[in-house]
Every structure is written in structure tokens, then in C-alpha cells.
């Protein structure tokens, strides 16, 4: 596929160990009061959620490596950058206030945020929206994320969601499935037009999608933000994740996009760690053998108990800084990755494993599963 400018990249960050910002979510919690334990989605305000591990830079390494034809990259956060990253004409950061209405603000809910970026000045239609510990993990071609009809999408390795009405205990993403299904749903059996003609193939599936790297069309996304404004304007009211109020650009975005045959979907090579498990030893392993051969992996934070001692953490940056060593061109030539204190708390090394892949999938693109855990995106 030929793109007529190239493909920019966006990312949401925050530094949840910044006494500041700490200060501003601690008063944003006595505001709310109470009130908070009805709305609160399941993990929508845990440590895991905010803390940096430092995953931005070595992402950053992964995109430089492996999508060196990148666009500019947006940076999208609250009042902060990372301490390493130097001023680069190749990256760009976007602070909340030159997005969002001030009297929306803050917000610690990233499902809110993410409903602005498509609003950044200039931003290519054709982009990657990346939350900062999803990673590229090999080579990118283009045509395995656009078409010239759309972009492509894949489904997440989680069970079936099932198909009832929104649930406080479950997850954003499980809810996401379920608002997305029955606006679309309404929709139809109201005979209101969404928008373009919808694709008479369209069968909707419970199920959610995969926590990749988000292809997606700025120009698909202002014209659902005329087509639904009520699910903008929900999301958009939220101080932290909310259960009746769930992401609407990792779910509804794209389930709305194939509805209206501007998403095909597609397997992906993936693997999905998360740090707070007992095996997090074995999936760290099985990452750094797949390294390489995966488009994508997800490493998500799920120890929110954790101290900045805390050995998992430490696991996770041995392995970021093992597979991705050489420092990208949008860091300080003086900022060190790694504290040498801090690499021998992690004890554990990471020694290369064959790579066994799924076959099952077709000839040119095979899908690698990440487990049974339950996904907090």
C-alpha cells in the first residue's frame, strides 16, 4: 500500500511516581468522595495502571528498530515528559490542556484521553496509536496494518464476553464489547443511517480486541464523532476509568469500522506478559525467545502493590534492556537506561529459547498465544 505522507505515531504516557501528579489524583479522589466506589471501573484507578517503568524508551528503541519510516510522534501527557528524552524536530510533546476542555481536567482515565487524539494539529490520517507498553516486536510492513479500504484489526486471546448488559465487575474491555454491540444494534433496529452504508456481511462477535498497536484513520474518527456524539460525550466526562463508561477507541472505533467494511480483520504474531503473575519468569522467557517474530507484545503492568525496588519491575526492565540494548536517537546521550543498583535487584537472566510458533494460522502470518489473563487495558 502506497501512503501519500507518512504514517505518525501517538502515545499516551504518565509518570504515576511524580509527587506532583500524585498530589493532583490524590485531590481529584477527595473531590469525588464516595462517590467513586460506584463508579469505579474493575483496575480503573490501580498503581499498576500509572506507574513508569521506563517501557516509553525502550519502546521508543522498538519503533526506531523496526518501523524506522515512522512519521512525527506525538507524546501525549499531563504537565510531564520523561527526564531522558532530549528536545528531537521528530517528536512532539502534547500536553493535556491543548487537547482537552479545562473544564474537563484533569482526567486519569485513558479511555478519556484518547478520545481527543485525533484532534492533534496535523496529525496524518493515516497513524499508530500506541499505549507506551505495547510494543512493535519485528520489522513493520505497512500492509499487515492498512489497506487501501481501511486498516485491519485482530481479536484479543480472552473467552467469549458475554452478551448482557454493562457489569461494575467487569472488565473496560468486556464492557467496551457490550456498549459498542448494542449502539450498533439500536442502530439497526431503529433504521437510523451510521453513517456510510453498513456491510451486509457484518455479524457482530463478542468478543474483545487484541491490546495492540492501534492503526487508525484520523478522518473515520472525526466522522463518528458526528455519528456518535453521546458515546464521545460519556467517556468524556470521566475523572478515572468508569465500568458504565468504557473505552470507545479500542472497541467501538474499530467494531464500528468493520460494521462498515472499513476494518478487516486479521491474525497477528503477539504475546501478551503480565508482570504480576507467579510465571512472570516463564512469560518474560517465552517473550525473549519470540523477540523478533511477534508484530506486536503487550507488557502489562499488573503488580500494584509493587515498591520501585520491587524485584518484578526489575525483571522487566533486565529483559526491555537485554532484547533492546542501543539507545534510540530521542535520548539524552547522558541518560543512563538502567541504575547498576537497580540491575542487581533483578537477579534472574533471560537465556534465548527456540521459538515455537502456532502453525495453525495461515502460511504467511501465524499467530503466537499469550494465555488466559485477563486483560486490564
Known amino acids: 500500500m502506497n501512503l501519500q505522507s507518512p504514517v505518525d505515531v501517538v502515545y499516551l504516557w504518565v509518570d504515576g511516581n511524580d509527587p506532583v501528579w500524585r498530589q493532583k ?9 464516595s462517590s467513586i466506589s460506584h463508579t469505579l471501573a474493575l ?12 517501557e516509553l524508551r525502550y519502546n521508543l528503541r522498538a519503533l526506531e528498530r523496526f518501523f524506522p519510516g ?34 474537563a481536567l484533569p482526567t486519569f482515565d485513558s479511555a478519556h484521553i484518547e478520545s481527543y487524539i485525533h484532534h492533534i ?12 507498553y505495547v510494543f512493535f516486536g519485528a520489522p513493520v ?26 457489569r461494575m465487575d467487569a472488565t473496560a474491555l468486556e464492557n467496551a464489547c457490550r456498549l459498542s454491540i448494542q449502539w450498533l444494534n439500536d442502530k439497526a433496529g431503529a433504521g437510523t443511517p451510521a453513517g456510510r452504508a453498513p456491510d451486509p456481511g457484518y455479524q457482530s462477535t463478542f468478543r474483545t480486541f487484541a491490546h495492540s498497536p492501534r492503526p487508525m484513520l484520523r478522518s473515520v474518527l ?53 508482570t504480576g503473575e507467579a510465571d512472570q519468569h516463564e512469560q518474560l522467557q517465552a517473550l ?45 546521550a547522558t541518560a543512563s537506561a538502567l541504575d547498576p543498583a537497580r540491575l542487581r535487584l533483578a537477579a534472574p537472566t533471560f537465556e534465548a529459547m527456540p521459538i515455537r510458533l502456532d502453525t495453525s494460522a495461515s502460511d504467511s502470518v501465524r499467530e ?10
Not at 28 to 33: P, T
Not at 86 to 92: C, E, S, V
Not at 368 to 377: D, E, I, Q, T
Open 25 to 33: 489524583r490524590r485531590s481529584a479522589e477527595a473531590r469525588l468522595g
Open 43 to 54: 483496575f480503573g484507578n490501580v498503581e499498576g495502571r500509572y506507574r513508569d517503568n521506563d
Open 70 to 103: 515512522h512519521g512525527h510522534i506525538y507524546l501525549v501527557t499531563d504537565a510531564q515528559t520523561p527526564a531522558w528524552l532530549q528536545a528531537h524536530p521528530g517528536i512532539t510533546v502534547v500536553d493535556h490542556h491543548t487537547l482537552i476542555p479545562a473544564t
Open 121 to 132: 494539529p496535523i496529525l496524518s490520517d493515516h497513524y499508530f496509536y500506541f499505549n507506551y
Open 141 to 166: 510492513k505497512l500492509d499487515d496494518w492498512f489497506w487501501s479500504g481501511g486498516v485491519y484489526v485482530g481479536w484479543s486471546d480472552e473467552p467469549e464476553v458475554s452478551d448482557e448488559a454493562l
Open 222 to 274: 472525526l466522522e463518528l464523532e458526528d455519528q456518535a456524539p453521546e458515546l464521545f460525550a460519556s467517556v468524556r466526562s470521566t475523572v478515572f476509568r468508569s465500568w458504565d463508561k468504557p473505552t470507545i477507541i479500542s472497541d467501538f472505533v474499530l467494531r464500528w469500522a468493520l460494521a462498515h467494511g472499513v476494518a478487516s480483520l486479521r491474525p497477528y504474531r503477539h504475546r501478551y506478559v503480565s
Open 288 to 332: 525473549l525467545a519470540e523477540f523478533g517474530a511477534l508484530d506486536f507484545f503487550c507488557i502489562n503492568d499488573t503488580t500494584d502493590d509493587a515498591q520501585t525496588s520491587d524485584p518484578r519491575l526489575q525483571n522487566v526492565l533486565t529483559l526491555l534492556q537485554s532484547i533492546l540494548p542501543s539507545p534510540s536517537g530521542f535520548e539524552k
Open 368 to 377: 503466537v498465544s499469550f494465555g488466559s489473563f485477563r486483560s486490564r487495558a
